[in-house]
């Protein structure tokens, strides 16, 4: 089975500095990886998604990830952090079941502090 | 606004209780994900239906059990309710039957069991 592992469930960045965010995949055929993202008293949204057309990938917000073959790593990153990025970030697997109905398995998030 | 509506936002409970979750999906989307959030399990998949069949089953409990009627809409029981179930239970869905097609989440129904 596909899965997700987060490296640090609480990062903290200066406001202006670098984001980055660690997500390692364990798949054993090409995966489809998505990076969602969590505000308080609100559902996941989309930030972005790898299926495998470009192995960098652009999200909203400025957000981009990486996916990296030999490192089976897709980290998000960002490249100056704003006060409305702190949210809780979610690393996501797609693959098929048995029957061929996508299931998708999320990471533990990862919480994202801003300091100003 | 994803477009996916659950009611309600909130419900307290005691133990032992049984309640219904309500999910309406984006118009148009065939697929119904339901997840649970948890402080220490994060977020677990429970059950997916697609166009009113179930599809795929995850950490379901027994007492838990779900359904899609045929309008589409999802309704998730949760009955004998222990202290542990207090949760945040999210609906999500999809368009498409495969991947990787993005989930559209609603905004939760929190959970509280007394």
Known sequence: AQS????GSHVSVSEGALVLLRCNYSSSVPPYLFWYVQYPNQGLQLLLKYTSAATLVKGINGFEAEFKKSETSFHLTKPSAHMSDAAEYFC????????????????IGTKLQVIP | DSGVTQTPKHLITATGQRVTLRCSPRSGDLSVYWYQQSLDQGLQFL????????RAKGNILERFSAQQFPDLHSELNLSSLELGDSALYFCASSE?????GELF??????????
């Open chain 1, 4 to 7: 997700v592992t987060q490296l």
């Open chain 2, 47 to 54: 059950i997916q239906y697609y166009n009113g069949e179930e």
């Open chain 1, 92 to 107: 996501a697997v797609s693959d098929r079941n048995s029957g061929g109905y996508q299931k998708v398995t999320f990471g």
């Open chain 2, 96 to 100: 498409g039957r495969g991947p990787p």
């Open chain 2, 105 to 114: 989440f609603g905004e939760g129904s929190r959970l509280t069991v007394l």
